[in-house]
C-alpha cells in the first residue's frame, strides 16, 4: 500500500510498503477513506517531538471501512463505515473506565519511554513517535486499528465522510477545549490560535454558553474564519497591537473569565521573546517556546480558567507562575478523551448544529503530502485545513 | 493493608529472600540496593480483577509463555518446574525451579534451585485501597552483579527492566485480555538511525504473544 512515512526532520515521503495485518484479537483492519494532516503533525515534521524514528507511518485523523477485524472484536463486521478516535484506549482500565480515555493504562507498548518523561505513560496514539506507542498512522491507505472493538465510531446515516472526519481529533480537542475553560452562560472566552482546533473551540465556546469570544492570530483568512464563526478577532501582529491591552480593552480592564491556549510549543511572536525561545531550544536549554502559554497566564482574568488543548512536549522556560498563583487561576489540559465526545458530537452534526466542513481548504492526493507538508508548516495557500483521499490518482 | 506486606524480611526460612517490604510498621521501605553480587528489582501494578484471579493467572504455568518475555516453555517437573528461555542471541537457557509459598490469592515465592539461572522472587496479591482492584507486586533477586546486569543490557536483556515489563505485561494481559504489540506492523526504511533508536527502545525485545499464540 501507499503511505506517508516520516524520513527525519522536515522530510516526508509517500512510499509503498506491506500492508498492515491483524495483530492482536481486538485489531481490525482499515481501508481508509479519507484522512487529514492535522497541525500537531507539524511538530513531528520540525523534528519538536522525539523519539521519531525513519520510516514511521505519520497520520492520527482517517476513517475509513472495515476491512477485517480480529476474533474478539464482535461489534464491527466487514464493510462497517467508522470514524477512529487518534487515542487508543483498552476500554478495561482504571482510566478508561473513569471516561479518562487518554490515560489508558494497557495501549502503550513503549510506556517505559513515556514513564522516564513524564512520570506515566498516557494512551498510546497513531503515528505520533515511539514515546507515544510506535503505531503506524493512518496517512495510508490501510490501517492496523487496535482495539476498534472500544473506539470505532459506526456511521451510520449517510452523511459524507467530510463532514465526520473531524470526530477523529479535532473537534472533539476543540470542544473538550471549551469544556475545560470552565464556561458559564455569559462568561468572554479568549482564544489563542484560529488553526483546526482554535475553529472549533470558538464554535464550542458558543454551544457552551459563551456570551463574547476573542480569537487572536496572524493570517487574514483564519481571522476571517473566526469572525464568520461570530467572534471578535484579535491580529497581533498589527502595529501597535498589545494583546494584553486588547483584551483589557475588551473586557472592562477584567480580563477574559476563560483563555484557550490552542497553540502549543511552536508559538510564534515578533519580539525578543520568540528570539530567545527560538535560541534557548536550539541550545536544547529548554525543549518548548511557550509564548501564548505565557500571554494567557498574565491576560486570564482573577480566578478564571485557562485550558490548554495546544501540544506541549518537555520542560518550558519562564512561565510566570507567580501570576497563575497570585491570581488564584485554574488550568485544565491533556489530550482529549477521545471516546467521551465522539457519539455526542457526532449527533450534533446530524441535527445540523455544525458542519465541520467549513475548514477545509485543500482536497489532496496521497502524492502531494510531502508538498503539501511544507505549505502547511509555511502557511501559504491560505491553507485551513488538508484533507487526503489516499486512493485519488490525481488532484480532486 | 494485607499482613504480607508487614511481614519483616527474613522472618521465615527463605535465605535468599527479602519480602517484598514496601510498608514496615506504616513506614515506606526503600527497595533493596545493587550490592555484594547481587541485582534486586520491586516493581508495582494495580489491577482491575481480584486477588484471586491474579494468583491463578500467575500460578498457571503452562500459560507463563503467553505473558513473560522470552519464556518458550515452563512444565512441572516432580514438586518443581523447569523453565526454558530463549534469549535474544538464540540461545536456549534452562532452569528449575522450587515453589517455596503458595497460598493462594494472596502469595507466591520462589527460588532457582539448578540450571543456567540463579533468581529468587515473591509476588503479592492484595486488594487496593478503596477497592479499586488488585496491587500485585513483585520483589526478585537475581544472583548477579553490576557487570553481568551490564552485559545482558548491552546483549539480551536487563534483567531488571524484563521484570518491570513482565508485570506491565501481565496487567494489560490480565485486563485486557491481549498485550499490546507494533511488530508486525508496516513502516518505510529504518535506515541506520531509525535501526539504532528502535533498539535503544527496546522494541527488538518481541512482545509475549497474548491470546494470539500459536500452539508450536
Known sequence: ?396 | MADALKETPHREDLPRMGSAGILRDGRYMAPPADKDGKTWVRTTAQIQASPLDCYELWRNYAAVPLWQEQIKEVRLKGKNSHWVMQTRNGKTIEWDEELMQDEPGKRMAWRTVDGDSYNAGEVIFEQAPGDRGTIVTVLQEFGQGRLKTLADSLLNRNPKQAVIENVRHFKAFMETGEIPRTEGQPHGPRGVSGTIKAEAYGEHIDTPPGLERKAS
Request: proline residues 5%; charged residues 20%; hydrophobic residues 40%.
Open chain 1, 1 to 396: 500500500m501507499k503511505a506517508l512515512c516520516w524520513m527525519g526532520k522536515s522530510k516526508v515521503e509517500t512510499l509503498n510498503v506491506a500492508d498492515p495485518t491483524l495483530l492482536n484479537p481486538h485489531d481490525a483492519i482499515l481501508k481508509i477513506t479519507r484522512t487529514a494532516i492535522c497541525g500537531s503533525d507539524l511538530h513531528l515534521f520540525d523534528g519538536f517531538i522525539p523519539t521519531m524514528e525513519s520510516g514511521d507511518i505519520l497520520g492520527h485523523e482517517f476513517m475509513g471501512v472495515v476491512e477485517e477485524v480480529g476474533k474478539e472484536v464482535t461489534n464491527l463486521k466487514r464493510g462497517d463505515r467508522v470514524v477512529i478516535p487518534f487515542t487508543i484506549s483498552c476500554g478495561r482500565c482504571f482510566f478508561c473506565r473513569q471516561q479518562m480515555w487518554s490515560a489508558c493504562d494497557n495501549t502503550n507498548p513503549n510506556a517505559h519511554l513515556m514513564e522516564a518523561m513524564y512520570g506515566y505513560s498516557g494512551s498510546a496514539l497513531f503515528g505520533y513517535s515511539h514515546m507515544m506507542g510506535g503505531y503506524a498512522g493512518g496517512q495510508a491507505q490501510y490501517v492496523r486499528v487496535p482495539f476498534a472493538n472500544v473506539g470505532a465510531l459506526k456511521i451510520e446515516s449517510d452523511l459524507p465522510d467530510e463532514k465526520v472526519l473531524f470526530l477523529s481529533d479535532i473537534f472533539p480537542t476543540g470542544y473538550m477545549a471549551a469544556e475545560n475553560a470552565n464556561i458559564h452562560e455569559g462568561d468572554t472566552v479568549a482564544i489563542w490560535g484560529c488553526g483546526p482546533v482554535g475553529q472549533f473551540a470558538i464554535a464550542s465556546a458558543f454551544m457552551r454558553g459563551a456570551a463574547r469570544v476573542i480569537a487572536i492570530d496572524r493570517f487574514p483568512e483564519r481571522l476571517d474564519m473566526a469572525r464568520s464563526l461570530g467572534a471578535i478577532t484579535v491580529d497581533y501582529t498589527q502595529e501597535d497591537v498589545s494583546v494584553l491591552t486588547a483584551l483589557k480593552d475588551l473586557t472592562g480592564g477584567m480580563g477574559p473569565d476563560c483563555a484557550i491556549d490552542a497553540v502549543g510549543l511552536e508559538s510564534h511572536f515578533n519580539d525578543m521573546q520568540h528570539i530567545y525561545d527560538k535560541v534557548k531550544t536550539a541550545l536544547f536549554l529548554e525543549t518548548d517556546r511557550p509564548g501564548v502559554l505565557r500571554q494567557a497566564i498574565m491576560a486570564v482574568r482573577k480566578g478564571g480558567t485557562l485550558s490548554i488543548p495546544g501540544v506541549y512536549g518537555g520542560l518550558l522556560d519562564k512561565v510566570p507562575f507567580g501570576a497563575a498563583f497570585g491570581k488564584g487561576i485554574q488550568m485544565r489540559m491533556g489530550q482529549t478523551h477521545m471516546h467521551k465526545y465522539m457519539k455526542p458530537l457526532l449527533e450534533r452534526i446530524e441535527k445540523g448544529q455544525i458542519d465541520p466542513t467549513f475548514l477545509i481548504s485543500h482536497r489532496i492526493t496521497l502524492d502531494e503530502a510531502p508538498k503539501m507538508y511544507e505549505i502547511w508548516r509555511d502557511k501559504k495557500e491560505k491553507v485551513s485545513k488538508i484533507v487526503i483521499d489516499p486512493w485519488a490518482a490525481k488532484a480532486a
